[in-house]
């Protein structure tokens, strides 16, 4: 799994040019989009494409070539593998055919937007890409409203505008901030409530590029105040027995695990 630069060409590390011109094939969404990486640092190799559109495919065609004991490299257009980009059939695959997957880090949208952020990092959600859709967007943010944790997700540029209103109306004037051609020529870094941003956007003629969208930690609510089914699945998640966590919260609110049960069922 070879990390690639996010746009800056310079951005990649001496050990990931030194794989790419070792291995036996490149697997890759774009095949163009590798060559130019690959003229740059003087690396001839069989590019392959393997996206979403052709994984199922292409992953039982890759683990032949594998299993016949050639390396290949995955790369995606940018950044590290599978954050958000393609290639978790292909690992899970290899690794339940005790195939070695080798990680070879380097740069990332998410991790690269988070630094500059100016929020905190303690604690970080990442969801990949919003829901296209309001309604789902919005229940997805409503799901989310008390998580302690900095938000992050990725945005496309026709969608931005929307989804910085419907934060807005779910969030309120959190801090947000708004990463966009990270290292490349236009860089960009924005910051204010949702709909400060909304209204700069708005006014320009033209959005290109893929947003970063980062936002600041909610107030935490009051124990009482957390929904049933949030306030045990948040024990379920820190590794509690989901009937354990049960009691937990009905000792905590004063009531019988029945009670509990009986709420949880008939949401």
Do not use: W
Request: net charge neutral.
């Amino acid at each position: 799994m070879v990390a690639t630069p996010i746009g800056n060409l310079e951005d990649i590390t001496y050990r990931a040019v030194r794989i790419l011109g070792e291995v036996d094939q490149i697997a890759c969404e774009d095949t163009r989009q590798t060559r130019k990486l690959l003229d740059r640092y003087g690396v001839s190799k069989p590019l392959v494409s393997y996206h979403e559109h052709n994984e199922r495919t292409r992953s039982q065609e890759l683990l032949r070539e594998l299993t016949a004991g050639k390396n290949i490299a995955l790369v995606s257009d940018a950044g590290t593998p599978l954050i958000a980009d393609p290639g978790y059939r292909l690992v899970t695959e290899a690794r339940g055919q005790g195939i070695p997957v080798v990680p070879i880090p380097g740069p990332s949208a998410l991790v690269a937007a988070l630094s500059v952020s100016g929020l905190p990092t303690d604690a970080v959600y990442f969801g990949g890409f919003l829901p296209a859709k309001t309604t789902q967007r919005k229940k997805l943010l409503e799901e989310l409203k008390a998580s302690p944790a900095t938000l992050v997700f990725y945005e496309a540029p026709h969608r931005i505008l929307e989804t910085l209103e419907d934060i807005a109306g779910v969030l309120g004037s959190r801090p947000i901030s708004l990463a966009r051609e990270l290292t490349k020529i236009h860089e960009e870094l924005l910051h204010g409530t949702p709909l400060e941003l909304r209204d700069m956007l708005a006014a320009r003629a033209a959005l290109k590029g893929e947003f970063t969208l980062m936002i600041g930690k909610g107030e935490p609510l009051p124990a009482e105040d957390i929904p049933l089914k949030l306030a045990v699945d948040r024990l379920v998640q820190a590794g509690v027995p989901r009937m354990d966590a049960m009691k937990t919260v009905a000792r905590q609110r004063g009531l019988s695990k029945r009670e509990v049960y009986q709420e949880l069922n008939e949401r």
